[in-house]
């Protein structure tokens, strides 16, 4: 791991290419807010941190004091991005995604956050599910000052187990808040483990998550991949299917493969920016 420490930011200079803006905007996650300067500000357990790029390199600050081995494993900094790029560059549709997203890396989110979002994500668009997740974080999680901003962390499972559908009102998730109550008892009785689930192998983790109410193959997939760093996980969603029409190959190659997660990002990515 190359690190450089300048004017108190922490550069790491071997993850090239890295874009925050593609990392943050490609739809695997919904806690980093762009500003003004093009940097992101995001909050990672009681971690708050602003994330940048320079020349491909990853950027950031941090008010945790022994920070680094968060970040590390948060952004998936010892996977060789570039070169899974490389393996599924194999036409000119393929070739182009692979380009065109090559700054974007697969986060180590913490799992009860990405369960939480994902089922929030059901029959969503990314402004609306960002805002239901913001007024989760506002009205329940712990504020944290970080560059004269107050941020939130993500509340417990142990603080949602005991809500109402009532005192959840204000979030606005509509049909999904029950979803969101039962998860987080789930993960409180001890019938949902994650520590358990990173263990099985995809199919049959797929297979236990799917018990939850709410939760079917799509929230399925985007947890296994985006909350459990399971990254022969495919996510289907609209993009996926729009991608997959205009696509003249064989999707199924991507499909099965030890990184078809990622390769679902940079398709995910390349076809939401090009096809709307």
Known sequence: MQNITQNNNLIITNVRP?????TFTCGQCFRWTP??????LGIVRDAAARVSDSHGALVLSSNAQQYEPLWRAYFDCETDYAAICDSFAVDAFT????????GIRILRQDPWEALCTFILSQCNNIPRITGIVDRLCTLL?????FEH???YTFPTPEQLAVCTAEELAPLRAGYRTPYLIAAAQAVCSGAIDFSALEQLDTDSARREIMQLRGVGRKVADCFLLFGLHKLDAFPVDTWMKKAAAYYSGDMKRFINSPYAGVYQQYFFFYTREHYQ
């Open 18 to 22: 890295f874009s925050a803006r593609q």
């Open 35 to 40: 500003q003004p300067d093009g940097s992101y």
């Open 95 to 102: 070739s182009a995604a692979a380009e065109f997203g090559r």
């Open 141 to 145: 999680g712990k504020p944290i000052v």
């Open 149 to 151: 901003q107050t941020l």
